[in-house]
């Protein structure tokens, strides 16, 4: 076994909590990574791992041709989320939640990695840019970023940012974004309300064909002082916890009439359980379930579940406290396999054209929200790290 990566196998079986010392510059919003990323140890060949890990890993293990790596950290970070990948500017952008403002506000942060790893921030207040009052509970928020991020109709001059303090989905240039601020009027509102009832905080969206698909747990309602933050926020929320469809960009009328959402399926007021993360692909619509006793994915084919995948995994060691988070998923650039963040690190599947059939798992042993592919990585937001793992063929 090599001797760094017997060293960072080490480290990371030590502490979960990794830190990365940054050069900070005084360009606005920008600072540099001392390092370009810290190995913590996963070959793909299995070599250097564990027996259990490697077991773990399996079929998936042909997936990578490197260890996980930490992409970037910073003292700033709260609980990233939402990574996107551009292929037009080769940089990743991804949400901080919870990121706090000078006034004390939880109103998120979009920060951008770019292909030299220079880490910056990229949209201040991202939970809440646009036209519209914010709330007036927001000083309470615990959550009131922006979160999931997706490239929209118009490709990636149409940046689209599901916003829990506002309780909508926006969209933008990111071209307009100028010191990590953009004017209110250079953000569009996509949706805020269905039925003519407010969204409760759209969480996950997925563009496939025109069409967009997103969640809308009520996670970005739950209050700093509340006995029970996340059953106070089943308990105000506007709307059922839902998944929802939009045929086609509500910008262009289609016929002289625009766009009519779907709700597709939607789940009972409970504080253990609401749909996180969505994709859909050929009739499928692939639902990763908050359900701290259950954590699945849901397959939803027509008007019933048709499958079920089970993440029987956990988290281990320093972190096994952790509840059994089931949040975002993804697929490659081939649409064949089915990433899926889970609890104690990333599950892998044959996609839809192999029946679904597992692969492996990928351990991180934290936290992990959300997956992305993109610049030849797999990209994982864990908690307060964004990761990366080399992709054998892109």
Known sequence: VPLEIFRSSLYLLLSNHITVNHNYSFAPFTMKLAHSAIVIALASSGACLASSETDELGAASALFSGGIEVAATDPEFHWLEGPVWSNEGNYLLFSDVKWVDENGIACGMIWKLDAEDNLSKFLKCSGLVGPGEPPADLLERKEAGGNGLAWGWGGESDLLICQHGMGRIVRLDPSSVVDGEIDDDAVSVVIDEFNSTSLNSPNDLWLE???LFFTDPPFGLQMADADDPLAYAYEIAPQVPAVYKIPYDPAVAVDGTSAETIRLRSF?????EGPNGVIFIDGDLINPITNFDDPRVEIFGGDEVTK?????????????SNPPL???????KDLDVLFIAGPGGVYMYKGQTGGYHF???LRVDDLVANVA??????WITANKRLLRVKLANG
Request: hydrophobic residues 25%; without cysteine; negative net charge.
């Open 326 to 332: 089931t949040d975002g998923s993804t697929y490659d």
């Open 209 to 211: 064909r025109g069409e």
């Open 308 to 320: 079920r995948l089970e993440l029987e995994y956990r988290i281990e060691g320093e972190n096994a």
């Open 268 to 272: 009972e007021r409970s504080a253990t």
């Open 373 to 378: 592919v993109g610049g030849d990585y797999l």
């Open 359 to 361: 692969l492996g798992f």
